[in-house]
């Protein structure tokens, strides 16, 4: 019963991002309001951590499986992608390592105010 609880205030975050998603009118998906929505829960104290952890580790674990349906999608559209592969491969590629860059330069600075932080403590 705790991991069905644990799992319905995830979905209901999820269906509260279905609906900023409906009311605002901005190209932002459903899913990204909900996670802004459980990112401000944990942060201002709305949603424990322990009240989700669970839940949130089991999905965190079968994530490769939640992929599937977009790679079977690709293979279906096989031949709209396959005119411009080499293109969306340097695309891929390009992200990639431009999201791996900001991604460290970020976790540096906040682990560098945090130890900063925590010297003053």
């Given amino acids: 019963m705790k991991f069905i609880s644990q799992f319905g205030v995830i979905l209901a975050l999820s269906f509260l991002g279905e609906v900023l998603h409906r009311w605002i009118p901005l190209p932002v998906p459903a899913s990204i309001y909900g996670i802004v929505l459980l990112f401000l ?12 952890r669970d839940a949130a580790r ?22 709209t992608v396959r005119v411009d592969w080499a293109a969306y491969a340097v ?16 976790t540096e600075r906040l682990m560098k105010r945090d130890k900063e932080g925590g010297e003053d403590a």
């Fill in 41 to 52: 829960g944990l942060h201002f104290h709305w949603i424990s951590a322990a009240r989700i």
């Fill in 58 to 79: 089991f999905l965190i674990e079968i994530l490769p499986l939640l992929f599937l349906p977009a790679a079977v999608g690709l293979m279906d559209s096989w031949e």
């Fill in 91 to 106: 695309i891929i590629a390009v992200s990639t390592f431009l999201v791996f860059g900001v991604s460290g330069v970020v």
